[in-house]
């Protein structure tokens, strides 16, 4: 009897269910259109700041530059000019950012309210020295250790992200490429065969992937492949941050590593941790909803700094595998 009582009510309770389905219409507002800004001033490269503007929830229209908008840099509160329009919503102006000083990007625009956003550029952390060792994965794949050691400073919190670079040699074709084959050569005849197309060789540096699990970086970020930590683990130490490079991700018997050791602000470290951790919830219905951060006020975007040192060492592996160029 027990049994019955209980299939019953969960038969009641599905149908009850069902009976009670009710649609409710939801009247969402319109988000307001904001100006969206994003800039990396680095001490490196002269200041570049794209321009667009931000998208409902529900648009999937592609994203929108802005042509004419009027972007003004400040140095320590101090007018510096203005930057001009190039192409695909950056702006350009010739003027290179320096280590210790704030600069303020101001962004007008005639259809949306005004936006700005100020970042301090760190000083540039120098790298030690670069170790390298060789192991090997579960399936004897060759594996390269690389430990980057640097110092941090202790009077300060400090943030970094590290990346990697590799310069190689390569037979690229070109079919616009001559090649001359003399045939024969006689007392009074010579002939060349001239044919079009070839390869030539020719070289190339390009992001170098690696993993890491070293205990002080908090994220791996895939789309920029770099690493991202904070000195809270090693503040006024000397410390070595130990990358892993597969042999297989490198492309020639000879390459130059760059390994590029940023120190970067404190808006730009918050920014990479929830950009990270936004792309990784993306797509999963269980997953908590993150709020990528932004320093615009009154708009949305990063105006990140950064400082860059970078060491370079070169690495000779036999390769047992052939490359086919297409």
Known sequence: M??????????????????????????LEDAKIRIVVNAELNPDSTIKV??????????????????????????????IGYLSYVSHGYYRIDYKPTSGKTYKIEVFHTDF??????????????????DTTKSYDDYGSEIYNFSINFSDPAAERNYYMVSMRNKYSYQAWDENLIVYDTLYVGPDTTIVDIEYGGYYWTTTTDKLYFQTDDMIVEEFIYDYNTAVFSDELINGKSYSVTLHVDKYSMYSDTNMIYVDLYSISPEYYKYLLSFSRHQNSSGDPFAEPV???SNVVDGIGIVGSAATNTDSLQLIQQLDYYIEEY
């Open 113 to 130: 309210d005004g936006v700005y956003a100020y970042a301090k550029v760190p000083e540039p952390i120098v790298i030690n020295s670069i």
């Open 2 to 27: 027990k049994k019955t009582i209980i299939y019953f009510s969960v038969l009641a309770l599905f149908f009850f269910g069902i009976a009670c389905e009710k649609t409710i219409e939801i009247d």
């Open 291 to 293: 709020m990528v951060f």
């Open 50 to 79: 794209n321009v667009t503007r931000s998208r409902h929830i529900l648009d999937n229209a592609d994203i929108v530059p802005l042509t004419n908008a009027i972007v003004k840099l400040y140095e320590e509160d101090v007018f």
